[in-house]
């Protein structure tokens, strides 16, 4: 029993050390395991909570190998999941449904049973059988639980909780939590009293007397886990039995015999949360299938249907809220080749990155001009910057030092650059536009600048890296009215030139207005232009942040008067799909760098909050390019963001928005990278010449986190390691040595190699094995 305790109490303070949720929480160890199939966060998760899920699972079937069985195919179940599981509360209240479930499975499957030896118990308590069939029945009845309540006594009873720690996962009052398990129990004995089942006192504290879960059961649980999510379950044959794939297969496939039932309770269910108060979870919580409590005689669900196409909720899980900066000043104009970093362009004259793995941001690059735009090369190495009159300046991406100026033919100033997707050529958009005006928008009626015709010069010029020779097109020039004429972009991540241009026609009342907008793709590097589309609609005009598809294909314009984004075929002017009008004004408009999805976020009407009186969220939405279906819909539950920056990652997993405001806040959906653990150093050895256990690792990496106190760091490692507290004298010695240390994960590497090495340590682990035993 006291070693049940000592692991209770180390998975507490496990959670304790990151408040809030923070960079250990379950949700966190999920979405690092679905988005890179990260062994290490998956194991930790079955170290937390494997010993639940194998109770529960010996209580349910009695038959110690089904139990394991079992085991194996819940943790199975939660790698094929682990990235299409609905946004919930606990992942341990999600593992409980799930192995329970599986479980009753196996035990309808199975002709005989071979009960276990139960463990001596410590006070009166009823007869082994008896309370073996009740405990199985419980687990049952559990699971039929009402969600608030479920979760709660999934935490407390089942996990071993205290109440407040319980109410810290769930985001509500440790009273709330009280009365939840109050009404749980009541529940429970009403449930069994239906049965004829009394509720004996104290049987509900007999259910944390958790399995032991040795080490080789949580390595073959990781080892399976991510060969069956990346290759499949019957990939894991051979490392776990065949018996568990099937089982699992089982716990896959069982919704889909009954989608439709499932879908409508399932609606039914989400409708029960909201109203009892679910709306302020975090976030980034864990994930929970929503499974609706079917009648006693249906088969339960173990994985949660399908979102059904057009369902205004959206696959948000998929994209979690990962992390928010606070930053002051800048303008987002990239994403780094790794993930890892983004760039700013900061006052004009400034180039800044900011480590999305680290803690703070560096200044690359300082220009003596202004910096109209700013490219990063594909492999990481450059950075380019159109500095209007002054050029294009090619700079080292880590020092920022100026490698060549680039200075384009024709002396047109540079103001948009970019990068060829292999890297090897850099495109500058150069034009020279009157002053006085807009291109593309009129002046006022009668002014002398709309009646004076002007002349624009628009240039591309293509340099080739390696050799710094410009391998440019001859100019193009326009001659209009001011506002007739056109307005020129770089589009399509730099592989196209887009030029709109305003067609004016009569009204009824005689005056010249704008009727449609001709619309021009010019590919960059060939020089090579499409057909012109004429799109109709006097406040219909391209996206200026990014109008067009990667491969040219999909034109994205906003009708600014009725907050709507059109995507039309770029070759036929029609539309490839429509999207819902937005309740705000669309920002900006974003494509991933394979054009599979595209993103728009909305803002503050007007341009400054006190001329905002829309009462809705601002919002960013993603749509699958192919189908035009709504993969997320994402909003800032805090505030209303005037969102005017986004762009995806190289790889597309994660999101990156920037608002307007005082403090310019970045925000980051999806699954940016997580920090590298440090290499690990040798451990030192104990007397006997044995290394310390690998599972301190995982606790190493948790407790050198940003927000422990050295203090906690100090009682977490004695605990885990000697099983109790520090001594004040301990306490005070050890932490003033540690506050001197910058490498705290080394610092308890250190201290643990003290540890181990005392005869405490060895008698504590030898107690632990006999307990084991």
């Not at 007869?127 to 608030?148: F, K, S, T, W, Y």
């Not at 002051?328 to 362009?345: R, T």
């Not at 807009?438 to 009646?451: D, T, Y």
């Not at 990014?546 to 491969?551: A, C, M, Q, W």
Request: glycine residues 8%.
């Amino acid at each position: 029993m006291a070693g049940t305790r000592l692991a209770a109490l180390v998975r507490r303070l496990r959670r304790d050390v990151t408040p809030d949720l923070g960079a250990c929480s379950d949700a966190d160890l999920l979405a690092r395991f679905a988005a890179t199939r990260d062994n290490a966060a998956f194991e930790l998760l079955v170290w937390r909570h494997g010993a639940m899920v194998l109770s529960a699972c010996r209580r349910v079937l009695g038959h110690q190998q089904d139990a394991e069985d079992a085991f194996q195919a819940a943790f199975l179940v939660l790698a094929r999941k682990a990235a299409t599981v609905r946004s919930g509360v606990t992942v341990p209240a999600w593992l409980h449904r799930v192995a329970v479930r599986i479980a009753q499975r196996a035990a309808g499957k199975r002709r005989t049973t071979v009960a276990l030896v139960a463990e001596p118990p410590a006070r009166p308590a009823p007869d082994a059988v008896e309370q073996n069939e009740l405990r199985g029945l419980l687990d049952a009845e559990i699971d039929r639980l009402r969600e608030p309540y479920r979760r709660a006594f999934v935490l407390c009873y089942l996990e071993g909780l205290s109440n407040a720690d319980a109410a810290r996962v769930l985001g509500c009052p440790v009273g709330t939590i009280e009365s939840r398990l109050s009404a749980a129990r009541r529940e429970l004995r009403h449930r069994l009293s239906r049965q004829r089942v009394a509720l004996p006192v104290g049987i509900l504290a007999l259910l944390v007397t958790n399995s032991v879960l040795g080490s080789d059961a949580v390595a073959t649980a990781t080892r399976a886990g991510v060969l069956a999510a990346d290759s499949g379950l019957r990939a894991a044959i051979g490392i776990v039995g065949e018996p568990a794939v099937k089982l699992a297969e089982r716990g896959l496939t069982m919704t889909k015999t009954r989608t439709w039932v499932v879908a409508v309770l399932g609606v039914a269910l989400i409708g029960l949360v909201t109203g009892v108060g679910w709306a302020n979870r975090p976030i980034d919580s864990p994930v929970e299938p929503e499974v609706a409590v079917a009648p006693e005689s249906a088969e339960p669900a173990v994985a949660p249907p399908p979102t059904p196409v057009g369902e205004n909720a959206a696959k948000t899980e998929a994209w979690p809220l990962a992390k928010q900066i606070q930053w002051q000043g800048g303008n987002l104009f990239g994403v780094a080749p790794d993930g890892k970093s983004i760039f700013l362009l900061y006052n004009s004259n400034q180039i800044y990155g900011i480590s999305l793995v680290g803690k703070a941001g560096t200044s690359i690059a300082t220009s003596e001009n202004k910096i109209l735009a700013a490219a990063v090369s594909p492999d990481g190495k450059y950075l380019a910057t159109a500095e209007g009159a002054n050029g294009v300046k090619l700079r080292d991406a880590t020092t920022g030092r100026v490698i060549e100026a680039l200075w384009p033919e024709g002396e047109l100033p540079a103001v948009q650059v970019t990068f060829v997707p292999d890297g090897t050529k850099l495109i500058a958009l150069c034009t020279r536009t009157p002053s006085g005006g807009f291109a593309g928008r009129p002046s006022g009626p009668g002014s002398i600048e709309q009646e004076r015709e002007f002349q624009q010069l628009a240039r591309v010029s293509v340099w080739d890296v390696a050799t710094r020779k410009e391998l440019g097109h001859p100019a193009q020039t326009d001659k209009a009215k001011l506002g007739g004429l056109p307005f020129y972009t770089l589009a399509g991540h730099g592989r196209f030139m887009l030029k709109s241009q305003p067609v004016y026609g009569a009204n009824a009342e005689g005056e010249q207005v704008i009727k449609s907008r001709r619309i021009t793709i010019t590919d960059a590097v060939s020089g090579v232009a499409s057909k012109p589309i004429e799109v109709v609609g006097a406040t219909l005009a391209p996206m200026r942040s990014e109008p067009l598809s990667p491969d040219g294909k999909t034109l994205v314009l906003s009708d600014y008067t009725q907050h709507e984004l059109r995507f039309l075929d770029a070759e036929t002017g029609k539309d490839r799909f429509r999207v819902p009008a937005f309740r705000r004004p669309i920002k900006t408009v974003a494509f991933s760098p394979d054009g599979k999805l595209v993103a728009a976020a909305t803002g503050i009407s007007g341009g400054a909050r006190r001329d905002d009186t829309i009462a809705a969220p601002s919002e960013v939405v993603i749509w699958d390019t192919a189908t035009g279906r709504e993969r997320a819909r994402l909003t800032d539950k805090e505030t209303i963001r005037d969102y005017f920056a986004i762009a995806f990652s190289p790889d597309g997993s994660f999101l990156v928005a920037q608002a307007e405001g005082s403090s310019k806040q970045i925000t980051i959906w999806g699954h940016p990278p997580t920090p590298e653990p440090e290499p690990a150093k040798p451990v030192a050895k104990a007397a006997g010449g044995a290394e310390a256990p690998a599972r301190f690792q995982g606790l190493f990496r948790d407790l050198a986190g940003e927000g422990v106190t050295d203090s906690r760091r100090i009682e977490t490692l004695f605990l885990a390691a000697l099983g109790r507290f520090p001594t004040d004298v301990e306490a005070r010695t050890l932490v003033s040595q540690l506050a001197r240390r910058d490498d705290k994960a080394a610092a308890l590497r250190d201290l643990l190699g003290t540890l181990v090495e005392t005869t405490e340590f060895k008698k504590h682990a030898e107690e632990l094995g006999r307990l084991a035993k």
